[in-house]
């Protein structure tokens, strides 16, 4: 629904929008660029952009993928004024978006009716500069606001570990995921609670709607009210026309994730306080209230009860928020799930870092056995990525550890349970051969070649796991 809402407010824009990707493919145009070029959006989409039409800007704005400015062009017998800007995916160039604002006397005939002829005629050059730029401004907003919008989804088995703690919060998450009452996830920094609040979300009734993340810490607390709740035209100085919708609006029908709860201000959290017992906001310069069905998941690494006992948090918002208690264990109290992790972590980072490492050494899993982790799962993903980046062959070894790890080996025992770990190892070993195996149709030439080792050595892991 939220996609058809943003492709609705595009084709109702006079000017031209197309987004073409970095292959030059078009992935998307509204309805005025088409009939600019005298066909249909669907006789576009999936096409290269040359087959249409030729843009210098455009092609520079591929190449060196920055922000090119306002400016006049010319297509055929027409004249624009044109923008074109980058466009970003995870940090990833992923092509440009331009938008085409036709002055041609038909097309604005057509848009107005003739008495609008004269008032463009009339224009100086730099206010139609500048209403075009507002317009860009106001559509790119719009834009960013509808990115915003997206479903969780990661459910439980994206939850990686068989240890009995693990395993009792996936029971609870399925016995709780359809209840509308508040989550507060506790634990502390990189814990994984974010992948907690979205498996609750994607369990329940609600997944289907929009799951929507606020990270109270980060947003300016002159600015936290705006962003929840969203504003009216003219609330403040620089108000965007039209005003803008809250993150509560964004996640109606659906979930919020209120992240970093415990840094909330004091102000902040009575209007909070008000929303959940209402259910209903109030946007910034208006007295209109707006009904909301949202559930609420918060989280914190903070001590919340230590925070309302010194009074830096409302002891009525304490109870509101935390009806559901999920308290996340450290990584050091779950070790038994370190092996399964340090799996998936190396298929994960395999496939990002277009990879083909097959095992961490059985001395490297004995470090990570050993070591408290206090950064918790997300300090151990990084240490598994950094360590595959410097792994020289198919095995990282202990010299592909960061220093701080490699002091450590010198105090450490061979474990008990080494058995155990290289059966794991000995696993995922076997798996990355036959799904190299199966991608390479047995050509052992090219599977060397993808795991990067040598046909004897291929050949010895092979017989290793009776592949021959």
Not at 175 to 187: E, F, Q
Not at 247 to 274: C, S, V, W, Y
Not at 339 to 365: A, C, D, Q, T
Request: neutral net charge; proline residues 3%; aromatic residues 8%.
């Amino acid at each position: 629904m939220e996609r058809e809402m943003f492709h609705s407010i595009l084709d109702s824009r006079y000017e031209g929008m197309i987004y073409v990707d970095e292959n030059r493919i078009i992935r998307y145009v509204n309805q005025a660029f088409a009939d600019y070029n005298h066909t249909t959006v669907e006789n576009m989409i999936g096409h290269k952009v040359d087959e249409f039409f030729h843009d210098e800007d455009l092609d520079r704005t591929l190449k060196t993928r920055t922000l090119q400015p306002l400016a006049y062009s010319r297509f055929g017998n027409r004249k624009y004024i044109t923008s074109r800007r980058p466009v970003y995916k995870k940090n990833n160039f992923a092509g440009v978006f331009s938008k085409y604002l036709s002055i041609d006397p038909k097309d604005v005939e057509k848009k107005y009716g003739s008495s609008y002829i004269d008032m463009i005629a009339g224009l100086q050059t730099r206010d139609i500069m500048s209403n075009v730029s507002q317009t860009i401004i106001e559509l790119d907003s719009y834009k960013d606001e509808f990115s915003q919008i997206h479903k969780a989804r990661r459910g439980i088995n994206n939850i990686i570990g068989k240890s009995s703690i693990i395993s009792d919060l996936k029971e609870k998450v399925l016995l709780i995921a359809d209840s509308p009452s508040t989550v507060l996830l506790t634990g502390e920094s990189g814990t994984g609670k974010e992948l907690f609040a979205q498996a609750i979300h994607f369990h329940g009734g609600r997944f289907s709607k929009p799951f929507i993340r606020v990270n109270c810490a980060a947003i300016p607390e002159t600015l936290l009210e705006s962003e929840l709740f969203g504003y009216v035209e003219g609330a403040f100085t620089g108000a965007r026309k039209g005003g803008k919708m809250g993150k509560f609006e964004l996640a109606n029908g659906g979930t919020i994730f209120l992240d970093e709860i415990g840094d909330m201000p004091m102000a902040m959290q009575a209007k909070l306080l008000r929303v959940l017992q209402e259910k209903e906001i109030e946007r910034l310069g208006s007295e209109l209230t707006i009904p909301i069905d949202v559930r609420v998941i918060t989280a914190t690494n903070k001590d919340l009860l230590a925070l309302v006992n010194e009074g830096s948090f409302r002891e009525d918002l304490y109870y509101r928020v935390n009806v559901i208690n999920f308290n996340m264990p450290p990584l050091r109290e779950r070790k038994e799930d370190i092996p399964e992790i340090v799996e998936y972590g190396m298929k994960e980072m395999n496939k990002n870092l277009n990879l083909s490492v097959l095992r961490f050494s059985p001395e490297v899993l004995n470090v990570f056995m050993n070591y408290d982790w206090p950064g918790n799962i997300r300090e151990l993903k990084n240490v598994i990525e950094s360590a595959m980046n410097f792994c020289k062959g198919s095995t990282v070894g202990v010299d592909a550890l960061p220093n701080f790890m490699r002091s450590l080996i010198e105090d450490l025992e061979i474990p008990e349970n080494i058995h155990e770990l290289q059966t794991r190892i000995d696993s995922a070993e076997k798996e990355q051969l036959l799904e190299a195996m199966k991608l390479c149709n047995g050509n052992r030439k090219k599977i060397a070649h993808r795991l990067n080792v040598s046909k004897s050595t291929l050949y010895r892991l092979m017989k290793k796991h009776a592949l021959l």
